[in-house]
């Protein structure tokens, strides 16, 4: 039986998109402390082995503060985050992506790092494009989050996005 993964697909005005993200100056942050703080309090407050914020660029998603991930990015196509940031009014949960249809096949589900949980908070530029999101992910499937930690990685992702503000000016 072969098992499919289904890439999200590109909003209407990726090119408005695309020139958010280039001007938040997420994607010249790698080794921000504020940034890495914000990643690990993510973490922490969820109990994942991982968390990262995701910035969704042309053809890859990639990782300018993360933790517990190796990869400082990874392809678009195989991107947890773009889905994400489809439906920026609420976060994506994924309970457990090997037996979520989207996700079964996907490449970072059937190898490293093995996703069975993600919740990704959407961050979302000022002037409403989605630039990727605020994540934690685990190995292990989990059940839904109790909602004052969803209100506190909802504030997470506000804190990202005010130094994304800082920074890209």
């Known amino acids: 039986m072969t098992i499919y993964y289904s890439p999200a697909r590109r909003p209407d005005d990726e090119d408005d998109r695309q020139r958010a993200v280039e001007a938040s100056g997420l994607l010249d942050a790698a080794g921000d402390p504020a940034l890495d703080a914000i990643v690990r309090e993510a973490a922490d407050l969820f109990g994942t082995p991982i968390a990262a914020i995701s910035i969704v660029d042309n053809e890859r998603q990639y990782f300018p503060a993360r933790f517990g991930l190796g990869a400082s990015e990874t392809?678009?196509?195989?991107?947890?985050?773009?889905?994400?940031?489809?439906?920026?009014?609420?976060?994506?949960?994924?309970?457990?992506?090997?037996?979520?249809?989207?996700?079964?096949?996907?490449?970072?589900?059937?190898?490293?790092?093995?996703?069975?949980?993600?919740?990704?908070?959407?961050l979302v530029a000022e002037n409403g494009q989605p630039l990727g999101a605020l994540c934690v992910i685990d190995n292990q499937a989990r059940d839904l989050p109790e909602q004052d930690k969803l209100d506190m990685l909802a504030a997470l992702a506000r804190k990202v996005m005010d130094h994304a503000s800082a920074i890209g000016r």
């Not at 985050?81 to 609420?90: E, K, T």
């Not at 309970?95 to 908070?121: C, H, K, Q, W």
């Open 75 to 122: 392809p678009r196509a195989a991107s947890f985050c773009a889905h994400a940031m489809l439906d920026c009014s609420q976060p994506l949960l994924v309970t457990d992506a090997s037996s979520d249809e989207r996700f079964a096949g996907n490449p970072l589900v059937l190898s490293g790092p093995d996703i069975r949980f993600y919740l990704g908070m959407p």
